[in-house]
């Protein structure tokens, strides 16, 4: 489920979160562009940088990086769910799999459970989100999945 205009608040709070919903983030087409210059500048390794050499490795061609992946997915995240939102950071990330490769043309769609709310201990004005994430590709295979933590400002009192 995603926001639609009609019910998406101006600002965003813990409380607007529910527990159990989950949210669509939307779909990213990946272009082998993109995939080389990740790889060139964060993981260069051959099957993330050069399709030649990708060809002779394990992947048989090139592949995204993990943390190119997990980019994508970030980007769907904040896109839909973070932007005017009262997010002040996020404590980490519990969990992080990479289950398939991701290559060029592949298009990702997003999804994302809120899991909990748990209301912070030391600011009583915050709620720390547990969630999981998902990328899927076209055929609905998970190729990376995540448990993360965002730390939300609680809705003010009138």
Known sequence: MSWRAEEKPSMRYAEDYEQGRTYELGSYRVTEQEIAEFGRRFDPQPYHVDPGQAED???????????HTC??????????????AAVEGSPGVDELRWLRPVRPGDVLTGRLTVAGVTPSLTRPDCAT??????????????VMR??????????PSA
């Open 71 to 84: 980019a994508m997915f970030m980007r769907l995240y904040v896109d839909t769910l973070l932007d005017g």
């Open 129 to 142: 989100l547990h969630k999981r994430g998902e990328l899927t590709d076209a055929e609905g295979n998970q």
């Open 146 to 155: 995540l448990t993360l933590y965002s730390m939300f400002r609680r809705r």
């Open 57 to 67: 490795s394990l992947f048989q061609g090139l592949v995204a990086s993990g943390w």
